[in-house]
């Protein structure tokens, strides 16, 4: 397990990673963190400052000055951006004399040399050097590499009685596996449901999710260094809504519960964009290049894999899409937009554009298989909706995909089905999909064509509203066409997916107008979307990550301010 922690530390970059870990590690050895990593803001070559005692010596101060990686000449003092040498300079100059908390004026000072891998050899003799010219009496050196840093993340974080062998056992199978993201991600969920079940209050639950959130790390690290992020999307995913499941009761944004949570939100966000970043924004500009990428001469292979990527690049939007509206919501531009809300502004362009051109350069996002894609589809349209500048894509990819549904029925291709193995879907493909008594077995129930139906009417597409209407009528009379709605049970099994829950509108009118009227009226008269923890938090994307993760159709709620305009 050292070695494993060791070489995590060593591949994590200085800013708001190594640096982030530290924190979580000193307050779990009892330490009182006194300055934690800012953006932006010079603490005199501190990045993190703690009072506290090591292995039962007396109370000292600990100023860190944190570098990612080996310690190498170039490090330490040459001329890499804000070298070691020169920041323990600015920490004896500026930060001991005038920095230092007066209740702690009279303690002992220990500089802390802090990064994730070892000194090279090559300059250990000048850093040696430099410790013993500057220890005075009051203030002494310590090099917290990454053997010393493991052994404390096992001792304190992920010691025995917190993290039982038999968890650290499915951790080391999880990075062993990590070449077969299934069974790694099922060792990893494992770990998950063992870390959270016995935890019970307050300071349980925060401890649990902060001892999940370093193993999220490990994997993070591995998988980014191994250069396959699905095993770390995918526990991340879980993890952040076990995390939540655990904490909501105790959510106040301030407290220990709550920073943990923050954590492992956090987490999540980096993992989601290193995977998006590098797995799909480089590739959606070229015509089949994803669709050529999973490699595999089936196109139900193809088909699914696609309308996956669509789910998890929406999912990433509507998060970006929260945190902008926060911004803009707790500091209302005056002179423009600052730096931050620029940046996620951006973000959310470079994403909506590429689920454009993932549809355009991937055909087959034209013809669902299956029925449960609604989820996706709508993921997708949902965070589109927000954005008047696709609106003529949007209206060309809902015509085309309603239009091929249709055709693919009445031509016996490929049509989408109930059904979600693909065992099923290669039944499916070699049926004799003619047969009326099959064709109605695999249609019997529908959430796509009410989806269809509910945006194309919103984007006025009328007369293929109406050839879905008819549609419906002469071929879907068998078919329970219905949608799903949060119920007064979804509050408990949301985020676990514990058990089944919601409540189903069957009978849904696939007339343009009535439509509209059915939705606004169920969003209207259904409050327990509105009473859920994770909008009565200010986390609303919670819902819709469920939603993508564990297969549930997206709640019209989010399109309310639209419907009401609409009716």
């Not at 902060?210 to 991340?236: H, K, P, Q």
Request: proline fraction near 4%; charged fraction near 25%; charge should be negative.
């Amino acid at each position: 397990m050292k070695l494993i922690l060791k070489q995590y530390l060593a591949s994590l970059k200085e800013r708001n990673e190594l640096d982030a870990v530290l924190p979580d590690l000193l307050s779990s050895m009892g330490m009182n963190v006194f300055i934690s990593p800012t953006r932006g803001f010079k603490e005199y070559g501190v990045d993190i400052a703690a009072v506290g005692q090591v292995n039962d010596e007396e109370e000292k101060v600990y100023l860190f000055s944190v570098k990612s990686g080996n310690l190498t000449r170039e490090t330490w003092n040459g001329s890499a951006a804000q070298a070691l040498r020169p920041s323990l300079d600015e920490i004896q100059d500026s930060f001991i004399p005038s920095r230092i908390p007066p209740e702690h004026a009279n303690k002992q000072i220990v500089i802390c040399l802090c990064f994730g891998g070892d000194i090279n050899s090559g300059i250990a003799q000048d850093v040696s050097g430099y410790e013993k010219k500057n220890t005075r009496n009051n203030i002494t050196f310590e090099n917290w590499n990454g053997d010393k840093l493991s052994e404390f993340i096992q001792q304190y974080l992920l010691k025995e009685e917190l993290l039982p062998s038999s968890s650290q056992a499915l951790l080391r199978k999880s990075l062993a596996l990590l070449e077969e993201p299934e069974s790694s991600y099922r060792h990893f969920s494992l770990l998950i449901d063992k870390t959270l079940s016995n935890a019970t209050d307050a300071d349980s639950i925060a401890s649990s999710i902060t001892r999940i959130n370093v193993c999220l790390w490990v994997l993070f690290s591995w998988c980014r260094d191994g250069g396959n992020l699905e095993t770390a999307y995918l526990s991340s995913e879980r993890a952040l809504l076990l995390a939540w499941d655990k904490v909501k009761d105790y959510y106040t944004g301030r407290n220990k519960p709550s920073k943990s949570f923050d954590s492992i939100l956090d987490t999540y966000q980096r993992i989601t964009d290193c995977y998006v970043d590098r797995c799909l924004i480089p590739f959606v500009e070229l015509k089949y290049a994803l669709s050529h990428a999973v490699h595999s001469p089936c196109s139900i292979d193809v088909n699914i894999k696609l309308f996956d990527i669509l789910g998890r690049l929406a999912v990433k939007g509507h998060w970006v899409l929260d945190s902008l509206s926060k911004s803009y919501g707790e500091n209302l531009p005056t002179d423009g937009e600052n730096e931050e809300q620029e940046n996620l502004r951006l973000r959310l362009r470079d994403i909506t554009r590429s689920i454009n051109l993932l549809a355009v350069n991937n055909p087959i996002l034209l013809s669902p298989y299956k029925d449960s894609q609604a989820i996706d589809i709508g993921l997708a349209l949902t965070l589109l909706s927000n954005n008047s500048d696709f609106d003529e894509f949007v209206q060309s990819w809902l015509s085309e995909m309603a239009n091929m549904c249709m055709f693919s029925f009445e031509s016996n291709g490929m049509y989408p089905i109930v059904h979600n193995s693909y065992e099923k879907l290669l039944e499916h493909r070699n049926k004799d999909k003619g047969d009326n008594s099959y064709k109605n077995k695999v249609t019997k129930a529908s959430i796509l064509y009410p989806l269809l139906s509910v945006f194309c009417s919103l984007y006025k597409l009328d007369s293929v509203s109406q050839e879905l209407e008819k549609f419906a009528t002469d071929k879907l009379a068998h078919s329970t066409l219905q949608y799903w709605y949060p119920n007064q049970h979804s509050e408990q099994s949301m985020y676990s997916n514990s058990d089944m829950h919601g409540s189903a509108s069957t009978d849904f009118p696939m007339n343009g107008n009535l439509v509209l009227e059915q939705i606004t009226e169920e969003c209207g008269s259904a409050d327990s979307f509105k009473r859920m923890s994770a909008v009565t938090e200010n986390k609303a994307p919670l819902i819709l990550t469920a939603c993508r993760c564990y297969r549930y159709p997206v709640p019209f709620h989010y399109l309310e301010d639209w419907l009401s305009a609409s009716v």
